[in-house]
């Protein structure tokens, strides 16, 4: 390419670094945009990449190229977890939920009982203040995984098994080591309900809701309900 040519021309110079990491960037975003596909196309630009930002900065530790180029490695091996599941799971079935990430081969898991009523801790903006209430929550099961790795620093996904839980509310955490904290760490977590009830409301005519609760797996109408019913109100003062 125009760059590569570029970058020979000038390889005696420390800007030929800024050329390099030129090089760098244009893989790193095919590297970014890459999807699966039967040809492996683009699947490992993100490790040529890195290569490109190694060579600058051994070349030329001190340039301006180099900075760059530091800059754009940390990226690349910048790490990522994040986890999601259905917002309500069947009672005693094992369900599955979607790990998304990147540079991380294993990671830790521990399912926590959830309170009934929203604690305004975990509306903190800090996500340290609200992983430290989270920790110090009942831990119901915990365990760790080993994730598919395979070193093209490119963001992946996988399902992972959640053994069956009985009924309730849960808070799933997963972190790179097993302290749960955010110093050092990529951790994460996601909210779910463990019920076999399901509803569907229908606004009459006259301003009134028909509610109509079901068994969540067969959809059956169930009798003998009882149900509390909320309406939020919103008050600008």
Not at 116 to 122: D, E, F, G, I, S
Not at 136 to 143: R, T
Not at 218 to 228: F, N, Q, R, W
Request: net charge neutral; proline share 4%; hydrophobic share 35%.
């Amino acid at each position: 390419t125009a760059l590569e040519q570029l970058a020979e021309q000038y390889k005696t110079s420390p800007a030929s670094t800024e050329v390099m990491h030129k090089m760098a960037l244009w893989y790193q975003e095919k590297g970014n945009s890459y999807q699966p596909n039967p040809d492996d196309t683009d699947k490992w630009a993100n490790k040529k990449a890195l290569e490109i930002c190694e060579q600058a900065i051994e070349k030329f530790p001190d340039s301006y190229g180099a900075d760059m180029c530091t800059h754009l490695k940390y990226r690349i091996l910048n790490k990522s977890l994040s986890i999601r599941t259905e917002e309500v799971n069947l009672l005693n079935e094992p369900f599955l939920a979607l790990v998304s990430y990147k540079n991380v081969k294993k990671v830790y898991f521990k399912v926590l009982n959830l309170p009934a009523k929203h604690n305004q801790r975990l509306t903190q903006p800090s996500q340290g203040e609200r992983l430290k209430y989270l920790n110090s929550l009942p831990v119901v099961k915990s365990w760790s995984e080993e994730l598919p790795d395979e070193a093209d620093y490119n963001n992946h996904t996988v399902e992972i098994k959640i053994d069956a839980l009985a009924t309730g509310n849960y808070a799933i955490l997963m972190s790179e080591n097993e302290d749960f904290v955010i110093e050092n760490n990529v951790v994460n977590y996601v909210f779910t309900k463990v019920s076999n009830l399901a509803y569907w409301q229908r606004n009459e005519s006259n301003g009134k809701a028909r509610l109509v609760i079901v068994d969540r797996k067969t959809g059956e109408p169930l009798s003998g309900v009882k149900a509390e019913y909320f309406r939020g109100k919103y008050n600008s003062n």
